[in-house]
């Protein structure tokens, strides 16, 4: 009876997703309080205003993009699933992964009651979907979008959900201008998918968490160029991968894997895939590990200009960091509620993290392991933030964030004379521009 009670409660929620979408999201404007939105023009979001909590940083959101998947023909009542990955090659070539199409959901949902029974017996009665949260989890929920390895998912294909534009391109106006679909049928859980700065072709390279491979396109998708590990196929060797999350280079095309969800190491290749040598033992379960060298959920990598490997070890709430050939030099103990999604370092040497599902922020810290600063706001409402997964910049400046939990991918414009520490920098492209 129990455990019906709360099958039944976790369905209600999912089907029903929240009130309004939140109220639609307060609304969403500043009309929902019988305000104008000559407020903003007034100064309530002005720099020369000092009280603004610049929730959004330095940045403004840019509403609508990219455009609705509905639109599309053929994609009318569907919408995004958990969006895992983001990347801008340029700002009209925005790379995004997802794990397929889920369906939309109406602007106005009813409330439904609902009863579970609690731990004494007596029957507890409850309003779902809940007010003023997120519609629905696209990542963990039963009935959301496949892949998660450790959340069943009950969902029907046609029904619930199409495995459809795991791959796809944007451009700046919001316009799906590429698919992949050749690939779809390929991809289990697509995970993160990033190109190297020092690689002139622009491979694209796509983490597959779920079948325990990389996979590495030519950058128009028609090819697929290299595997790395052996999909379908978890191990711990020099050919195989446990659910790896992440990729980062060195300048002459070196780069490391970060493995992973069930891996607990760090893995360095040769530019052409070759594998060198790897670090990491099992962490303690718990969270509370403090040994350098154990890992638990080895979540995101990043290199610096000194050549010094960045590791997110996710579960423990820190940051470790190696030489690369494995050598510990410090950690960075993030404080205890943290879930580091992703992590990049800049050209001017600043390390940004975006927090998942602990405090659903962006960080900025200096290279000595010092926080500096913080920004976002965790909602349904444009510019908040819910699950970033993934972070990525482009030559403009702007800011896209992969939300997982959240089932979009947003873009961040700077603002007009936005104070420049409380934007994410530029990466450094040495080998290409565009």
Known sequence: MKKQGVITVMLAVILSGCVEQAENSESNSSEANGESNSAAENGRWNLSNKSDQRVMGGYDVVKGWPKALSTLPGHEGWTWGAVQGVFAQNPDRIFVIMRGELRELPESIPPQIIEIEGDDGSTI???APVRRAPARNPSLDPLGSPGEAHWPNIGEEGRDYRWEHIVFVVNREGDIVEDW????????????????PYDPEKRVWVMDDGAHAIYVFSNDGKELLQTIGTPGESGNDETHFFRQTDVAWLPDGTFFVADGYEGTRVVKFDKDGNYLLSWGEPGEPGGNEKRPNYFNTVHSIAVDAERLVYVSDRANRRIQIFDENGNFIEQWYLGDINTTYDILITAGQHLWMSDGHANYKIYKYNIDGEMLLTWGSRGPAPGQLWGVHQMSVDQEG???????????????????????????????YPTWQE
């Open 181 to 196: 679909p050749q690939w779809d049928s390929l991809f289990k859980r697509a995970h993160k998918i990033r190109i190297s």
């Open 398 to 428: 702007s800011l896209y964030t992969a939300g997982v939990l959240n089932a979009r991918v947003q873009k961040f414009v700077p603002r007009e004379g936005a104070n420049p520490d409380y934007l994410v920098g530029k990466p450094a």
């Open 125 to 127: 009665r409850l309003s």
